[in-house]
């Protein structure tokens, strides 16, 4: 499996991480190497092995579902590089 | 008396209970060793204020005669925990400025026990590197070098900063985290001991997320005893963490014999590849004999898949972490980037994620999102993860066979200098993980020893791993092995 700089390009894309148009061979160059070593899993015999889901054997432990600690508008926002009267703030996102 | 950022936890605990010093002057002797060690770049966030109020309480609670072990103990604690109103940025440019409104688990049990914060410890970038050299903070510097050569070297990394700063005496301990071998690696390249305990022992609820089916949190001192006592704080049962155990949590001090006659310890012919130095197999050597002499019974063991640990990890751990490290969107904390006219929210991501994350951040994501895109996802993520599967069997069936602990190097080399592999393949880099891997990926508790010195008289350190939940019983193995190794040299003072 090879990547190329349109694979490069859409995987940029999709991870929302801008990478200029020059950056974009060597980016491919690098999940090429790195790919190449992930390669060698495909020597290994997986037929019928159940893929890990938890390490330890236990369920995933649940809980109430119910608010446990709310109202506290202002540590949440005290964050944000822009709040504005008790919201994130972000660019316009609908026309 | 020593120079009190000297001690260990255990002297300091003893000398504190007895009245002979109080966590004032002891925290005060921290900070000035602090202040002076500017050119480790341990320390990235000091917080004398906090530190020096919490020396107060402490006294008065050693007064009261109602002290826990760790009661008015100086620590480091690494960037990568949240700390209530203290910077916790991961050692990135994307959480700059971030001040978390509520504390980790494990740090609320660390102070709920008395201890000391002296401040927060440099680290890789979201705790991925292998060098301290993805740092926002810039390298962290290893206290060793090689003899007279005054080349900069790497403390090892993720948990850089917090191995230095043990090393070189400006703590009496410091959290770590380890995913692939952050606190085992640092460790053994710094003559400092540390333990991740089974997955599932420490709370990762308000420790930043990397890979988290691997993560984990652990002590890092400068004895196995000073282990036994900091892990025995940082445990606990955690309703904010549903990956956290609910089993009790044993005193791993109390099983410090340092008997291990009749224990099985095994060597897995696996560990044995190419192109290692003769150093590190004469030290592992060493170690065997070492054992054995103390009377274990030392068996061969296989562990038929460790040859693809790393290429499992290299799926699993950028995969997660391609998931966990989309919150940072430039919206609810940390850094955003300026906008030109016209952006919309997308641009905001994108020119968010691309001047906040570091190189190896972005190329961990990037790489994570495309084992986890449509028409891959089986094809890597669930290949790798059937690995997984098979690597945990490997170890399951040994410690079937009767094995109690199994003795591996810790590294395959000592320190290197910083920028000595800067233009090396990234896979070169993640070959420092060779050793430590397997352990995160099966969940077991893993320790690092500093075991001698090499030709350049820099520390090298040997790996046990334990069964799972059996970290006193490791731990017992590990004093055995600090005993018998007699290490005791320290970094010539040059910082």
């Keep these: ?58 369920r995933l432990k649940r809980r109430e579902d119910v608010v446990t600690e709310g109202d506290q508008q202002d540590k949440i926002l005290a964050n944000a590089p822009d709040a504005r009267e008790g919201f994130f703030a972000v660019p316009k996102v609908v026309e | 008396m020593t120079e009190l ?24 002797a921290c900070l000035s060793a602090v202040e002076g060690a500017g050119a480790l770049n341990a320390f990235v966030h000091k917080t004398p204020e906090i530190a020096l109020q919490q020396a107060e309480a402490a006294d008065a609670r050693l007064k009261a005669g109602d002290a826990p072990a760790l009661c ?9 925990y949240c700390t209530k109103g203290v910077p916790s940025q991961a050692a990135s440019n994307i959480l700059e400025g971030f001040k978390p409104e509520y504390e980790s688990t494990v740090t609320q049990n660390l102070f709920d026990d008395g201890a000391v914060m002296l401040g927060k410890l440099n680290m890789d970038e979201f705790a991925m590197g292998s060098s301290n050299e993805t740092s926002a903070y810039g390298n962290a510097v290893n206290p ?33 985290t380890d995913t692939g071998g952050s606190i085992r690696q640092p460790c053994a390249l710094t003559g400092t001991v540390g333990i991740k305990p089974t997955y599932g022992r420490c709370s990762r609820w308000g420790i930043i997320a990397f890979a988290s089916s691997l993560d984990q ?30 089993l009790p949590v044993p005193d791993f001090e109390a099983a410090l014999t340092g008997d291990i006659r009749g224990k099985t310890i095994g060597i897995p012919r696996e560990y044995r590849i190419d192109g290692i130095p003769d150093e590190i197999d004469a030290i592992w050597k060493r170690g065997t004999e070492m054992l054995k002499d103390a009377g274990a019974k030392v068996v061969d063991i296989s562990l038929p898949h460790t040859k693809y640990a790393l290429p499992a990890y290299y799926v699993i751990a950028p995969a997660e972490a391609s998931s966990n490290l989309a919150r940072y969107d430039g919206v609810r904390y940390g850094h ?6 016209g952006d919309g929210i997308t641009e905001m991501y994108e020119k968010t ?10 190329r961990r994501i990037m790489v994570g999102t495309y084992v986890l895109s449509a028409g891959f996802y089986d094809a890597y993520y669930n290949r790798a993860r059937k690995v997984r599967t098979l690597i945990k069997r490997d170890f399951e069936e040994a410690f079937a066979q009767g094995v109690d602990a199994i003795l591996t190097p810790a590294t395959p080399s000592a320190a290197f200098g910083l920028g000595e592999m800067k233009d090396a393949d990234p896979v070169q880099m993640y070959l420092n993980d060779v050793f430590t891997v397997t352990v995160n990926l099966a969940g077991l508790p ?12 820099l520390p090298l350190g040997l790996q046990l791993i334990g069964r799972p939940w059996e970290e006193a019983d490791l731990l017992n193995t590990a004093l055995a092995l600090e005993t018998a190794a007699g290490f005791v040299d320290k970094p010539a003072k040059w910082w």
């Excluded at chain 1, 790919?35 to 015999?45: A, K, P, S, T």
């Design chain 2, 217 to 246: 949190a652990g002590p890092m001192t400068k004895t196995v005893r000073d282990s036994a006592i900091m892990l025995q704080s940082m445990c606990s049962h955690d309703a904010k963490d549903s990956t956290s155990t609910d």
């Design chain 2, 353 to 362: 994620r691309a001047e906040g994350f570091g190189h190896e951040v972005q």
């Design chain 2, 144 to 176: 060793w070098r090689r003899g007279n050569d005054d080349t900069a070297l790497t403390p090892g990394g993720s948990s850089g900063g917090s191995a230095a700063a043990v090393a070189a005496d400006l703590c009496l301990g410091a959290t770590g």
């Design chain 1, 1 to 58: 499996m090879s990547i190329d700089t349109d694979t490069a390009a859409r995987v940029a894309k999709l991870a929302r991480i801008k990478v200029e148009p020059d950056q974009l061979p060597a980016l491919a160059e690098e999940f090429n190497n790195i790919l190449g070593f992930i390669e060698q899993l495909n020597e290994v015999d997986v037929e019928g092995v159940e893929p890990m889901t938890s390490v330890t054997p236990q």
């Design chain 2, 336 to 341: 955003r980037a300026k906008l030109a006219q």
């Design chain 2, 446 to 457: 893993g320790v690092s020893v500093p075991a001698g010195l090499d030709k350049q008289g």
């Design chain 2, 5 to 28: 950022n000297k001690l260990t936890i255990a002297e300091a605990r003893d000398l504190l209970r007895s009245g002979d010093v109080t966590s004032k002057a002891l925290t005060e």
């Design chain 2, 72 to 80: 008015g103990i100086p620590l480091g604690i690494k960037d990568l």
